[in-house]
């Protein structure tokens, strides 16, 4: 929370992608069961555990997908989640990017955002954060296919950065296919 997703996000949605916002589709059914956020995380995890989310996203996900061929959803967080995606989506150029950020600026960022207090900010940006933990930084970086520190880059180039990088690294994958099956 905080790292700059949704700054990519828009990068992407300007270039005509559809834009999936896993955290606001949570937060609709938090209200819809007129809870808060962070309780109603809290009992879906107990509930329903991480592979039960990522069945619920994957649903949501589907309807949207298969509207239109680009798709950049934000807060892909789980290896259920994503596991789940790659399986669904076989043949697509699934492309997971992380972001990270020194906390402090997050919290900056959620407070400025989300126009509550930097108590608030902080209380949200943990939550995350132990969520981040329960997958492990190692489970993070073996799902990831590239990893932005988004501390230092300016908002208005982030989104240039990421798809640059993205492009290079799918051209690649398409490169190496190519090479393999002798289609060059």
């Known amino acids: 929370m905080g790292s700059g997703k949704s700054t990519i996000a828009q ?3 300007e270039q005509g992608f559809t834009h999936i916002r896993l955290g606001e589709f949570f937060k609709s059914q938090a209200r819809d069961q007129q809870m808060e956020f962070v309780p109603y995380m809290e ?5 329903v ?3 039960g989310k990522a069945r619920i996203l994957m649903e949501h996900v589907s309807k949207l997908a298969s509207k239109s061929s680009g798709v950049i959803i934000e807060s892909a967080y789980s290896k259920p989640f994503i596991d789940s995606l790659r399986k669904s989506f076989v043949g697509s150029n699934i492309f997971v990017v992380t972001t990270t950020s020194q906390k402090k600026i997050r919290v900056q960022r959620v407070t ?9 900010a902080f209380r949200l940006v943990s939550f995350w954060d132990a969520k981040r933990r329960q997958l492990g930084i190692d489970d993070v ?3 990831s296919d590239l990893i932005v520190s988004n501390s230092r880059i300016q ?3 982030v989104g240039r950065v990421v798809e640059s990088q993205v ?7 398409l490169f190496s296919v190519l090479r393999r099956t002798g289609k060059r």
Do not use: P
């Open 155 to 157: 908002k208005n180039t």
């Open 167 to 173: 492009r290079a690294r799918l051209h690649d994958r």
């Open 43 to 47: 009992q879906l995890e107990r509930t």
């Open 112 to 120: 400025a955002r989300n126009n509550v207090s930097r108590k608030e």
């Open 49 to 51: 555990g991480e592979e």
């Open 11 to 13: 990068h992407f949605r």
């Open 141 to 143: 970086r073996k799902l």
